[in-house]
């Protein structure tokens, strides 16, 4: 009955993102109609657009923290071995990102697009011999 609280799981992950990628559209739209009638170097402006960045940095960090879970229980899952995290602290890698929001390293674009095309092989390989 493990799988149970597995589909549980990714379907509130899922829901959380999707919430979060509409709040974040909802900060750019909330952005364009405040700075509509404004000048680039007034300092309204340059708040409204401070405060854009902060709130959308927080959103994509909390994007990240999901994406990467879901990613690192999928690795392991298929047992694809991934690099240890940094040692030190803002030391990006290739596969590892510092987000200095949440004080946490999460993985890169790179390392995402190589778990998937590792899981994609595995269940290829598995599923070989039974589709031919």
């Known amino acids: 009955m493990a799988w149970v609280g597995d589909l ?14 509409h709040q974040r559209d909802r900060h750019l739209e909330s952005l364009n ?9 007034s300092e309204e402006y340059q708040i409204a657009v401070s405060d ?7 959103i ?7 994406e990467t879970a879901q990613m690192l229980r ?9 690099p240890q995290r940094p040692y030190k602290e803002a030391e990006d890698t290739d596969f590892w990102e510092w987000h ?14 190589r778990i ?12 070989k011999p039974w589709l031919t």
């Open 8 to 21: 549980k799981r990714y379907q509130d992950d899922r829901d959380t993102l999707i919430k979060l990628r």
């Open 33 to 41: 109609e405040t700075t509509a009638g404004l000048k680039r170097n």
């Open 52 to 58: 854009y960045f902060s709130s959308v940095d927080l």
């Open 60 to 66: 994509d960090a909390e994007i990240a923290e999901i």
């Open 74 to 82: 999928r690795a392991e899952q298929w047992r694809i071995p991934t």
């Open 100 to 113: 200095a929001v949440h004080g946490r390293y999460y993985l890169t674009e790179e390392a995402t697009r």
């Open 116 to 127: 998937r095309r590792d899981v994609y092989n595995e269940r290829e390989m598995l599923m």
